[in-house]
């Protein structure tokens, strides 16, 4: 009777552990199941944020393009502009293979963004620093988490882009890539004879009166803004300048409009069309001078009074035209670069691409027919290689008398007060490679003060831009 009760004591335990066996084994496919599961959560999630990024970011990029930091479009005109840039490119980044379905019916005109959605919101409550919120909402479908009913998981994230200058109380900016002129602040386009009681004594005229700034100076509340925001005529956007005059006679006041020689740490980014002056710059300021306006030169020119320069007292006339010829894809009949639309009412033909425009948007850029960006003649596009910046200083004399011989005057340190972001037109070879370009937006330097994502230290800015486009929350 006891052996028998010990066989069946054997049996039972042998059971018992192919129970505990099946348990185990279902417990370790249901982790396994819910690693692959939180694995698959965790990818999604990372395509959510790089589609709400870039699509937050290329929002607050429409908004330097059609200059609403510069007073050009209102932010009722800028919003839905920048919500259809948004959305276009947000929905370009699939996750987990699908479209995030970013619609601008989901976009707020003012934030928070909509909760669980993919939409978004505006806030132009700053001033000079509009910002894009971007949310991208999916509920994720589940794999081995079905058989614990869970079908789905929501994930929501957020990005927030700002388009920021600096005019008013920002901080101080430093920009890479700019080009070798100076501009005196001294709008060529505004003349008033009553500003003579209003000591702008660095921008007289030849009728006795002086230019109107740029970018208001001094201490008021007015100082480091726009002087004339908004559009040509009323305003300075889009108006035409010569920012580099092919005689030195035609420089708007003797003295004080130069080409200029940026310092030179040898790191630039050329396209192909500059090859022939890269192994020259060390020997030949001819070069090195062609090299500053066809490339990128990587170092950065800092507002306030401490960017060094070395003056060029010749009109450097062959150098400045075959340098912007590479630079904007320019054939040397005057052909072939990008062209942009001014004026918003306007119906005509782009001269370089043959494109005919009739738009509502100022500042359509179209490529011409030597574009280097792999797109056909005619494309409209949102970045161009005639996009330029140039420094604004205070205008005081850099040679006096104009010229101390030698071609250069010695180095010396100029007063950076702002920016101008400049359209490149074209070169006029019937004026002695005169340089004229349209004003696409204006940043005065600042103050120092803190922007909205907190930063009060100098920033860099985005290449062919004085005005940051960023990140300031995701």
Not at 342 to 352: E, K, L, M, Q
Request: proline share 7%; with cysteine; hydrophobic share 35%.
């Amino acid at each position: 009777m006891d052996k028998h009760m010990r066989v069946r004591r054997g049996g039972s335990e042998r059971g018992l552990s192919l129970i505990l066996v099946a348990f185990g084994l279902v417990f370790l496919l249901a982790m396994a199941g819910l690693a692959i599961d939180l694995a698959t959560l965790y990818v999604a999630r990372n395509e959510e944020q790089r589609a709400a990024d870039a699509a937050a970011l290329a929002g607050a990029s429409q908004w330097v393009t059609d200059s609403v930091t510069s007073g050009l479009i209102t932010a009722q005109a800028a919003g839905p502009m920048a919500e259809a840039q948004a959305v276009t490119v947000g929905n370009q980044n699939l996750i987990l293979g699908r479209s995030p379905d970013l619609d601008t019916n989901y976009f707020n005109s003012t934030c928070p963004a909509p909760s669980n959605e993919s939409g978004g919101c505006l806030d132009f409550s700053y001033a000079n620093d509009p910002q894009i919120t971007v949310t991208v909402f999916q509920n994720v479908p589940t794999f081995f988490m079905k058989i614990f009913g869970i079908q789905t998981v929501p994930v929501s994230v957020t990005a927030t882009a700002e388009a920021y200058t600096p005019s008013g109380s920002g901080p101080n900016t430093a920009v890479n890539c700019v080009k070798p002129w100076l501009l005196p602040n001294c709008d060529q386009n505004f003349e008033d004879s009553s500003l003579t009681s209003k000591s702008n004594t660095n921008c007289p005229t030849s009728s006795g009166g002086y230019y109107e700034y740029f970018v208001t100076p001094g201490s008021s509340g007015s100082a480091n803004t726009i002087t004339n925001p908004g559009m040509t005529t009323s305003g300075a956007i889009g108006e035409q300048l010569l920012i580099k005059p092919g005689k030195p006679g035609d420089a708007e006041t003797p003295s004080k409009f130069w080409p200029v020689y940026l310092p030179n740490n040898g790191t630039f980014v050329c396209p192909a069309c500059a090859a022939n002056d890269q192994g020259s710059i060390g020997t030949n300021s001819g070069a090195l001078y062609r090299e500053n306006i066809e490339c990128c030169n990587s170092d950065t020119i800092t507002c306030g009074p401490d960017t060094v320069v070395t003056p060029i007292t010749g009109d450097k006339v062959g150098g400045s035209g075959q340098g912007v010829e590479c630079l904007i894809n320019e054939t040397n009949q005057g052909t072939g670069q990008d062209c942009i639309s001014i004026d918003p009412n306007a119906s005509t033909v782009c001269p370089y691409s043959g494109v005919t425009y009739s738009q509502t948007t100022p500042f359509t850029i179209w490529a011409g027919t030597d574009n280097t960006y792999n797109v056909a003649p005619g494309t409209a596009i949102q970045n161009s290689n005639s996009i330029v910046t140039i420094p604004v200083y205070d205008g005081q004399p850099l040679c006096p008398g104009g010229s101390t011989g030698g071609g250069t005057c010695a180095p010396q340190s100029v007063d950076v007060v702002g920016w101008l972001q400049l359209f490149i037109q074209r070169v006029s070879k019937s004026d002695q490679e005169s340089v004229y370009a349209f004003v696409m937006n204006i940043s005065g330097c600042g103050s120092g003060g803190s922007d909205q994502s907190g930063s009060g230290s100098v920033i860099p800015v985005n290449t062919g831009t004085p005005i940051s486009v960023r990140l300031i929350h995701n």
